[in-house]
């Protein structure tokens, strides 16, 4: 049975600082996803990872995979408050004749003034 | 591209009756479709895959005749919820995948009085 796991599950930063959020899986796959969940709402693509050795950059957010360590990072540089919202991970798993998306947890992030 | 709809937004009923949800993709396609369940700071539930002009393929747990799926064109999918009951209140999220991407739409939050 694929187990994703995030950790932390909560994080409280100071604006500026830098922090990671870490996903690891349990059995081989090769596509992983991050997401973004503001409160009330649905769920906002942040990052597709194909391969070993994807690393994607978005502003203040850089994503990377390592499918030998089944474990991707989602990393924080220079937190400010926006970036406030639960993040997710989530990896392919085939089954019932179909590709489905397992997630994590969930990290919620507060970026504190 | 890839946008994916959902109505109603927001829903209350009284317990007992049905209610109906809709999910579309708006600009693209989709044969398969899922439908999640997110309970408040939760992590997304998988309900079911939809499939078009076939029968929805049903998660461990999930009871077939109470959460009824149809996915009767490429762009639409419905989830039927029956005799709704206030344990059924929830927020409704379904996704429609295009390649290996699933698109998310905003969700539908049902409470059941």
């Known amino acids: 049975e694929l187990k994703v796991e995030q950790n932390p599950l909560f994080l409280s930063m100071q604006e500026g600082k830098n922090y990671t959020i870490y996903c690891n899986y349990s059995t081989t796959s090769d596509r992983l996803y991050w997401y973004r969940q503001d409160p009330g709402k649905s769920l906002e693509s942040l990052f597709v990872l194909l391969s070993n050795g994807a690393v994607k950059q978005e502003g203040r957010l850089m994503a990377s995979l390592d499918t030998k360590a089944r474990l991707s990072t989602l990393h924080i540089t220079a937190a400010v408050h926006d970036l406030s919202a639960t993040y997710f991970c989530?990896?392919?798993?085939w089954g019932g004749g179909s590709e489905k998306l397992v997630f994590g947890k969930g990290t919620k992030l507060t970026v504190n003034p | 591209g890839a946008v994916v709809s959902q109505h109603p937004s927001r829903v209350i009923c009284k317990s007992g009756t049905s209610v109906k949800i809709e999910c579309r993709s708006l600009d693209f396609q989709a044969t398969t479709m899922f439908w999640y369940r997110q309970f408040p700071k939760k992590s997304l539930m998988l309900m079911a895959t939809?499939?078009?002009?076939?029968?929805?393929?049903?998660e461990q747990g999930v009871e077939k005749d109470k959460f009824l799926i149809n996915h009767a064109s490429l762009t639409l999918s419905t989830l039927t919820v029956t005799s709704a009951h206030p344990e059924d209140s929830s927020f409704y999220i379904c996704s429609a995948r295009r390649g290996y991407e699933q698109f998310f739409g905003p969700g539908t939050r049902l409470t059941v009085l």
């Open positions: 989530a990896v392919d798993k």
């Open positions: 939809s499939n078009e002009g076939s029968k929805a393929t049903y």
